[in-house]
């Protein structure tokens, strides 16, 4: 979420024709097309889907502030002299979780890894007997809340909450 994405389609000398087709998981379809005989383009993508022209290289496509609503199939269709090229992405945005740790009111630490896309995945040390708690969102996000359960009577004071995520990886600790 955020970043920028560039997709690309194999360069290809000739090129008659060229059409981005977009099937996004949310929202309508859309295209880009070039065609060199005329030297036009055609653009009915939202305003942060553009080409990308590189000299030397096919021009690619590329998403600018990728968000969660452009998941989804991105065929690129390229006709030449030598004859119809297809390639096809499946874009898969990943949203890191926002962390969080802090103690209940019965004084026991609560690690939320918020608003993560997949979810993310909570750990404890010390090892910890919790089982995480899986809140899905309109958005295909997902918000993990795990409560410390301690193993045994003889735990430290200091609590840390271990997050792992395909975005990265985070810990905090806490003192309840």
Known sequence: I?????LTCPFKENITLLTWKISPKVGGPCTLSYRADTNMTHNNCSNNINWKFRPGLA???EIQQVR??????????VVTTDGNFHTTY???VLA?????LYCDKDRSPVCEAAVGKPPAQVS???ESNSTAEEKWHHNGTVTVLSRFTARSTRVTNMIT??????AGNWSQSIVC
Do not use: F, K
Not at 2 to 6: A, E, I, L, N
Not at 68 to 77: K, M, P, R
Not at 96 to 100: C, E
């Open 59 to 61: 021009a690619a496509l």
């Open 90 to 92: 499946h874009l898969t």
């Open 68 to 77: 969660i609503a452009q998941e989804g199939n991105y065929i690129c269709e």
């Open 2 to 6: 955020g970043d920028s994405s560039v």
């Open 96 to 100: 890191p979780p926002r962390l969080s």
């Open 161 to 166: 909450c271990m997050v792992s995520h395909p």
């Open 124 to 126: 404890w040390v010390p």
